[in-house]
Nanobody
Framework: QVQLVESGGGLVQAGGSLSLSCAAS????????MAWYRQAPGKQRELVAR???????NYLDSVKGRFSISRTNTKNTVYLQMNNLKPEDTAVYYC?????????WGQGTQVTVSS
């Protein structure tokens, strides 16, 4: 089992920045990738950014150039640096970890961007 705990959400004005973090614990060996997803009210959950064990990354088109995903050398904490935030970035952000064909989820953290 993998446990994920997110932190760092909050309220920010448009154009501002926030940094999210996600700490993984439990059986963290063999985690292939970690990612951030988000879900806005009335919308489907979408992949925001993902980082693999080889540090390959991919991003949702609408956040490219504004968001950056990274992780610690121990690979048990992943970060999402969000710059130039827009009201449309408002959502609950979830951390996810992929391990042996199973996806684990954190509890989510609210990000609200005011215009």
């Amino acid at each position: 089992q993998v446990q994920l705990v997110e932190s760092g959400g909050g309220l920010v004005q448009a154009g501002g920045s926030l940094s999210l973090s996600c700490a993984a614990s439990g059986t963290i060996s063999l985690i292939e990738a970690m990612a951030w997803y988000r879900q806005a009210p009335g919308k489907q959950r979408e992949l925001v950014a993902r980082i693999t064990t080889g540090d390959n990354t991919n991003y949702l088109d609408s956040v490219k150039g504004r968001f950056s995903i990274s992780r610690t050398n121990t690979k048990n904490t992943v970060y999402l640096q969000m710059n130039n935030l827009k009201p449309e970035d408002t959502a609950v952000y979830y951390c996810a970890a992929d391990r042996l064909l199973r996806r684990y989820w954190g509890q989510g953290t609210q990000v609200t961007v005011s215009s």
